[in-house]
C-alpha cells in the first residue's frame, strides 16, 4: 500500500516537476528530473536562478510533499527574484513558504530538511550548512522589510543570516537578522533570536520566560522608511 501512495504522488508530480526543471535548470540538470515539485500549482513567477551545486540526480530535491499530516497539503508557494542554491539532498515539507527578493541569496546545504510550515524570507543572505533539521512552523528572516529611525540616523534594516551544520530548530522559532547559529547546536522550541547567541558548538539554545518592555527613542518614519540592500 505504501509504495503504491509513493507512486501515486510522484505520478501527480511529474508534469509541474518536468515543466519546472526544465524552465528554470540548464538542459543536462533538467533531464534528470533532480526537483520533484508536489502541488506544484502554488508556485509564483520566478524570475530568479536556481542553482544546483552538487552531483545531480533524480529526486535529489523534493518541494512541497506533505511530510505532516496535521498542516495543509499546499505544496510550497516559491518566489525567488534573486539565487537558490541547492548543494545536494533537500526536502521542503507542505504549507512552506520562500521568499528571495532580487539582491537575496539562499543556500540549502546538502541533508537540509524542513518539515513543514517554513517561512523563509531572504532579502540579502541566508546559508543553511549541511544537515540542517528544521521543525513545524519556522520563520526565518533576514530583513526588517522596513527601516526605523533614532537620534543616530536611518538603520540598515537586513543582514545576514548563518546555520552551522548538523544543528536542529525545534517547533515554531523565529531567527531574525545578523545571526550566527554555531554548528550541532539545538535551537528550543519558541525561541525568539535576533543576535548572534553567545555560544559555543554542541550547544542548547532558549529563551525564558519573563517578558520585557522596551521604551526608548526608536520609531518607523512611514515617509522614510525603505531599505537599501545594495548597502
Given at each position: 500500500m505504501v509504495?503504491?501512495?509513493k507512486i501515486w504522488k510522484f505520478a501527480k508530480a511529474?508534469?509541474?516537476s518536468l515543466i519546472f526543471n526544465f524552465k528554470y535548470l540548464p538542459f543536462a540538470q533538467a533531464r534528470k528530473l533532480p526537483i520533484i515539485v508536489?502541488?506544484?500549482k502554488v508556485f509564483r513567477n520566478n524570475p530568479g536562478r536556481f542553482v544546483i551545486n552538487a552531483p545531480v540526480h533524480f529526486n535529489?530535491?523534493?518541494l512541497g510533499d506533505r511530510l505532516v499530516s496535521v498542516y495543509p497539503d499546499t505544496g510550497v508557494v516559491l518566489e525567488n527574484k534573486g539565487v537558490i542554491e541547492f548543494r545536494g539532498r533537500i526536502a521542503i515539507g507542505n504549507d512552506s513558504f520562500i521568499s528571495v527578493g532580487e539582491s537575496g541569496k539562499l543556500i540549502l546545504g546538502n541533508g537540509f530538511r524542513a518539515t513543514t510550515s517554513l517561512k523563509l524570507i531572504c532579502y540579502h543572505?541566508?546559508?543553511f550548512e549541511?544537515?540542517?533539521l528544521v521543525g513545524w512552523n519556522n520563520m526565518i528572516v533576514d530583513t526588517d522589510f522596513h527601516s526605523v529611525t533614532t537620534e543616530n540616523g536611518k538603520s540598515k534594516g537586513f543582514g545576514p543570516i548563518f546555520v552551522g551544520h548538523d544543528t536542529w530548530i525545534g517547533n515554531s522559532c523565529k531567527i531574525y537578522k545578523?545571526?550566527?547559529i554555531p554548528?550541532?547546536?539545538i535551537v528550543g522550541a519558541d525561541t525568539v533570536i535576533r543576535k548572534i547567541p553567545d555560544c559555543q558548538p554542541f550547544s542548547l539554545l532558549t529563551n525564558d520566560t519573563k517578558t520585557v518592555v522596551r521604551r526608548e527613542n526608536v520609531f518607523r518614519d512611514k515617509n522614510n522608511d525603505t531599505i537599501d540592500y545594495t548597502v
Open positions: 509504495s503504491i501512495i511529474f508534469i509541474p508536489f502541488r506544484g535529489m530535491i523534493q543572505y541566508i546559508e549541511k544537515d540542517v545578523n545571526v550566527t554548528h550541532s547546536c
